[in-house]
C-alpha cells in the first residue's frame, strides 16, 4: 500500500483539486477585476444574491443597456444579411470604442437603417402599385378591345333568340345588356342601367376562390376575365417574387359594384380605373411608364446608399459584438456579487483549482494597478463544508470521452474517473462488436479526414449530426485502430479471410469442407500464428467454433470489466478514508463474484489451453444442484470438486457479509457519538449520497435512522447480487453483435457481390458492385457503427460504472469569455 501512495498522482484520475476564495473587490476596480478575471477563465463565482429577482441586483441597468444593444446588433446583423452581403472585418486596425460612444453610435445606425427601410419600403410599394396599374392597363385595354369588335356580332345573335314575354323582361341576362348598351359603359356611380366593369389585379393562388365567390354572389350575373401578368411583382413583405392575374369583371348596378369592391378588398385584390378610350390608355401608360423609370433609379440609389452603410457598419460588427457581449456577462457576474454601501466594495465568493491561486493573485494586481486604485483587491481563502465542484484538464484526445462520462453524471469530487479506463475499454468492446479490418479501414479514412480538417472546421458552423461527428473524431480514430485489429484476430476483410500469417493449420478431409458428411478439417502443421485460421470460413463447423469462440471471450472481457469497477471502488473508499466500504463491500463483492463468475473464466481458460471436451454448462449448473456430485469426464483439474464446495460456500457467506456488518456498526458508531466518546468520524457515503451538491455537508447525526439505512444497505446488497449475474449475461451482446455483423457482411458479398460476378454482363456486375457499396456504406458502416456504439455506451454506463461511480458530482464552470457564443446575445 505505501508503493501505491508514493506513485506520481494522475492528472485525469481524480479531479483537480479546489479552494473556496473570498474576494474584496473595491467599486473603482471592480469592473476591471472581473474583466480580468474572465480572460482568465479559472474563477467560478457563487451567487451571493440567489434570493433577489434580476430585477433587484445592483447593476440591473447596465445589463438592460447592454441587452439593448446586443439587439441593436442583431437588428444590423439582420439586415447585412437580408441585404446579401457578408460581414467582414476590417483589414486596417480598428480604434478602440467606449461602452457609451459604441450605445451613441449603434443608436445612430439603427435609426438611420430603420428610416432607410421605410423609406424603401414606401417607394418599392408605390413601385409596385405602378407596375400592377401598367400590367392592368395593358391586359384589360385587351380585353375592352376584344369586347368592342365582337360588339355587332353579338348585338345580332341576341336579337335572334329574344323571346317576347313577361318573364323575359325581368329574367334577361347579362350578356344581353352587355350587347345592347355597351355604349354607355361606363364605371361610376351616375349610370345605374348601363353594363360596368372593375379592373384590378390578384395573387395566382387566390384566382379560383375569387371567382366563384364572384360568381355566387352575384347569382351568374357577372363577366370574369382573367391574364396572367408577363412578369412576377416582387413582395415587400416576405420579399419573394409572387405571380398575379389581371381581371376584368363585367356587371350591372350600383348593388352588385359595391358587393365586388368588398370583395376584391376582402381577398386583397388591387383595382385600378382603366378608360375606356384606346387614346386616353396609351396616355396614361406612357406617364406610368415614366413614372416607373423615375422610381427604378430611386430605388437603386437608395440601394446602394444602405448597402454602403451596411458595410461600413460590418467591418466592425464582429468587435463591437464580443465587446457587448463580453460587458453583459461582466455586469450579470458582478451582480452575483454583494454590494457594501457602508465599505464601497463589492464581496464575492468563487471556487477555482489550487492551481490557478497564483494567476488569479496576478490577475487581481494587474487591475488594481491599470484602475489606478489606492486600495488592493482582498483575496482570502475560505474553508467550507460545501462539496466542491468537479474540474478535470482535458485535451482534444481525452475530452471526448471525459464527454461520454459526464453524459451519465458528473463525478463526485476526487471521485475516481471512470474515463481514464474508457479511452481503451469503449473502442476495445466497440471493435469486438465491429471486427472487420475493412470496415475498420473505411472508418480509420473518415476519422483521419476529420483530424486533418480539423482547424478548419472547428472554425465552421457545422450541422447538428456533422457536430456531433466531428466532436468524437478520436473516439472514431481509436475505434477504427481497435476494429482493424479485432478484424485481423476475427480474420475478415468484409467478410472475406485472408492468409496474411502463412498458411492454414487445416485441411478438408473431402472435396469441400462444406459438403463433408464427416469432420471437416483435419490440422496437419502447427496452429495459425495469429487470429482465426482461415480454414474456419466456409466450412461446416465454422459457426459453432466461431459461437463459441466469441460466446467465451465476451464473458470473460465482462468478468475482467466488472472487476475492474470493483477495485476502483477499493481506491475510492481508500482515498476518502472509508474503511467500512473496504471491509463490508469491497471484500465480499469481490468474493461473490469471482468465486462463481471468475471460477467461470478459469474454466474457459483451463479448458482452452488443455483442449478438454468438458461441458461447462453442466459444470456451473450442477455446481449448485449437485456440488458434491463426481464431475467424471466434465473434470478439468485435480481438486476441482472441493473447489466449487468452498467457492460456493463463500459466494453464500457473500451475501449476509454484504448486507448485516455496516448498517449496525453505523449505528452503533451513532450511539457512542451521544455517549460522549471520542472518535473520528466516519466519511461513509451512505450519510451523504443525498445531499445537494450546493448544501452545507455537515453530518445530520441527529436525523440518523436506522430502519432507511437498513433498507438501503439490503437494496445495495441484493442490487449487486442478482447485477453479477444480469450484468455477466448483458456482456454476451458483444458475442451477438459480432456474429450479426459477420453474417450481414458474408449476406452482403456472397449474395450480392459474388452473385452479380458471376453473370457476364458488365450491367449487371456495375448494379451488384453499386448494391454492395451501398449496403455496406449505410448498413454495415452507417447503422452496425451507431449500434455498437450504444451497445458500448451500455456495457459502461451499467455494467461497468455502477460498480463504483456515483456521478452526483457538478461541473466546475468558470467564468470565462471564451465560453461565451452567439446564442447569449
Known amino acids: 500500500m505505501e508503493y501505491i501512495d508514493r506513485l506520481p498522482a494522475m492528472d485525469l484520475m481524480r479531479s483537480e483539486k479546489m479552494m473556496l476564495v473570498q474576494l474584496i473587490i473595491p467599486v473603482e476596480s471592480a469592473h476591471r477585476a472581473v474583466s480580468y478575471l474572465g480572460e482568465l477563465g479559472l474563477l467560478q463565482f457563487r451567487d451571493l444574491n440567489d434570493d433577489k429577482s434580476p430585477f433587484q441586483r445592483t447593476f440591473v441597468n447596465q ?100 323571346h317576347v314575354n313577361d318573364d323575359y323582361a325581368e329574367t334577361s341576362s347579362l350578356l344581353e345588356q352587355v350587347g345592347s348598351n355597351f355604349q354607355e359603359m361606363l364605371p361610376g356611380p351616375s349610370n345605374q342601367t348601363g353594363v360596368r366593369f372593375i379592373s384590378g389585379i390578384i395573387c395566382k393562388s387566390k384566382v379560383l376562390r375569387f371567382e366563384r365567390m364572384l360568381f355566387r354572389t352575384t347569382r351568374g350575373n357577372m363577366l370574369f376575365n382573367q391574364a396572367p401578368t408577363d412578369d412576377q411583382i416582387l413582395d415587400p413583405a416576405t420579399n419573394e417574387l409572387v405571380e398575379k392575374i389581371v381581371f376584368v369583371v363585367f356587371f350591372s348596378g350600383e348593388q352588385a359594384r359595391v358587393k365586388i369592391l368588398k370583395i376584391c378588398e376582402a381577398f386583397g385584390a388591387n383595382c385600378y380605373p382603366v378608360a375606356e378610350d384606346t387614346i386616353r390608355r396609351r396616355q396614361i401608360t406612357r406617364e406610368v411608364l415614366s413614372h416607373l423609370s423615375d422610381l427604378e433609379t430611386t430605388l437603386e440609389a437608395g440601394l446602394r446608399h444602405r448597402d454602403k452603410a451596411l458595410i461600413s457598419i460590418g467591418f466592425h460588427l464582429a468587435k463591437w459584438m464580443n465587446m457587448v457581449r463580453r460587458e453583459k456577462a461582466v455586469y450579470d457576474t458582478l451582480n452575483m456579487l454583494n454590494f457594501d454601501v457602508t465599505k464601497k466594495c463589492l464581496v464575492g465568493e468563487g471556487w477555482c483549482p489550487i492551481f490557478a491561486k497564483t494567476k488569479i493573485q496576478e490577475a487581481l494586481q494587474r487591475a488594481t494597478t491599470d484602475s489606478n486604485s489606492q486600495v488592493g483587491v482582498i483575496f482570502h481563502v475560505m474553508h467550507s463544508v460545501e462539496s466542491p465542484p468537479t474540474y478535470f484538464k482535458t485535451n482534444h484526445l481525452t475530452n471526448a470521452y471525459q464527454e461520454i462520462v459526464d453524459a451519465y453524471g458528473v463525478a463526485k469530487y476526487q471521485e475516481a474517473n471512470p474515463a481514464v479506463y474508457t479511452i481503451i475499454t469503449f473502442p476495445f468492446l466497440f471493435a469486438v462488436m465491429f471486427g472487420d479490418w475493412g470496415h475498420g479501414i473505411c472508418l480509420l479514412l473518415g476519422a483521419l479526414f476529420l483530424i486533418a480538417r480539423e482547424k478548419k472546421l472547428g472554425s465552421q458552423k457545422l450541422g447538428s449530426f456533422m457536430e456531433m461527428l466531428f466532436g468524437g473524431r478520436y473516439v472514431l480514430l481509436l475505434m477504427s485502430l481497435f476494429s482493424i485489429y479485432c478484424g485481423l484476430i476475427y480474420n475478415e476483410f468484409f467478410s ?26 483435419v490440422k496437419y502443421q502447427d496452429t495459425y500464428p495469429f487470429g482465426v485460421d482461415p480454414s474456419w470460413r466456409g466450412s461446416r463447423s465454422e459457426l459453432p467454433f466461431l459461437n463459441s469462440l466469441k460466446m467465451k471471450m465476451s464473458i470473460l472481457f465482462g468478468i475482467a470489466q466488472m472487476n475492474l469497477g470493483i477495485i476502483l471502488s477499493y481506491f475510492n473508499a481508500r482515498y476518502f478514508g472509508n474503511s467500512l466500504d473496504i471491509k463490508y463491500q469491497f471484500v465480499p463483492q469481490m468474493i461473490f463474484l469471482n468465486s462463481l463468475f471468475g471460477y467461470l473464466s478459469l474454466l474457459i481458460i483451463i479448458k482452452w489451453c488443455s483442449g478438454s471436451q468438458a461441458d461447462l454448462y453442466h459444470v456451473m449448473i450442477y455446481m449448485f444442484l449437485s456440488p458434491f456430485e463426481d464431475l467424471g469426464e466434465n473434470k478439468l483439474f485435480w481438486g476441482q470438486n472441493v473447489l466449487q464446495v468452498i467457492l460456493l460456500l463463500l459466494a453464500v457467506i457473500a451475501v449476509p457479509w454484504m448486507l448485516f456488518p455496516k448498517p449496525f456498526i453505523l449505528k452503533r458508531l451513532h450511539t457512542e457519538r451521544f455517549q460522549g ?46 447485477g453479477a449475474v444480469s450484468n455477466t449475461a448483458s456482456y454476451l451482446r458483444l458475442w451477438a453483435l459480432s456474429l450479426a455483423h459477420s453474417e450481414l457482411s458474408t449476406v452482403f458479398y456472397e449474395k450480392v457481390l459474388l452473385l452479380a460476378w458471376g453473370y457476364d454482363n458488365l450491367v449487371i456486375r456495375l448494379v451488384g458492385l453499386a448494391v454492395f457499396s451501398f449496403a455496406t456504406a449505410f448498413i454495415l458502416l452507417m447503422m452496425e457503427t451507431l449500434s455498437a456504439f450504444l451497445h458500448a455506451l451500455r456495457l459502461h454506463w451499467v455494467e461497468f460504472q455502477n460498480k463504483f461511480y456515483s456521478g452526483d458530482g457538478y461541473k466546475f464552470r468558470p467564468f470565462s469569455f471564451a465560453a461565451l457564443n452567439e446564442d447569449e446575445d
Open 496 to 521: 472475406v479471410p485472408f492468409h496474411i500469417f502463412g498458411n492454414s493449420a487445416y485441411r478438408c478431409r473431402d472435396t469441400t469442407c462444406s459438403d463433408s458428411r464427416s469432420v471437416g478439417l
Open 63 to 162: 445589463v438592460k443597456r447592454c441587452a439593448e444593444m446586443s439587439r441593436k446588433l442583431r437588428f444590423i446583423k439582420e439586415q447585412i444579411h437580408k441585404a446579401g452581403l457578408t460581414p467582414s472585418p476590417s483589414p486596417a486596425p480598428q480604434p478602440d470604442i467606449d461602452l457609451e460612444e459604441l450605445e451613441i453610435q449603434l443608436e445612430e445606425h439603427e435609426h438611420g437603417l430603420i428610416e432607410m427601410n421605410a423609406n424603401s419600403e414606401k417607394l418599392q410599394q408605390t413601385y409596385n402599385e405602378l407596375l400592377e396599374f401598367k400590367m392592368v392597363l395593358q391586359k384589360a385595354g385587351d380585353f375592352l378591345l376584344s369586347t368592342g369588335s365582337h360588339v355587332a356580332t353579338q348585338e345580332t345573335e341576341l336579337a335572334e333568340n329574344i
Open 677 to 722: 466518546r471520542s472518535y473520528t468520524a466516519l466519511g461513509t457515503s451512505d450519510i451523504y449520497d443525498d445531499e445537494e451538491p450546493d448544501s452545507a455537508r455537515e453530518p445530520h447525526l441527529e436525523e440518523f435512522n436506522f430502519s432507511e439505512v437498513f433498507v438501503h444497505q439490503m437494496i445495495h446488497s441484493i442490487e449487486f447480487v442478482l
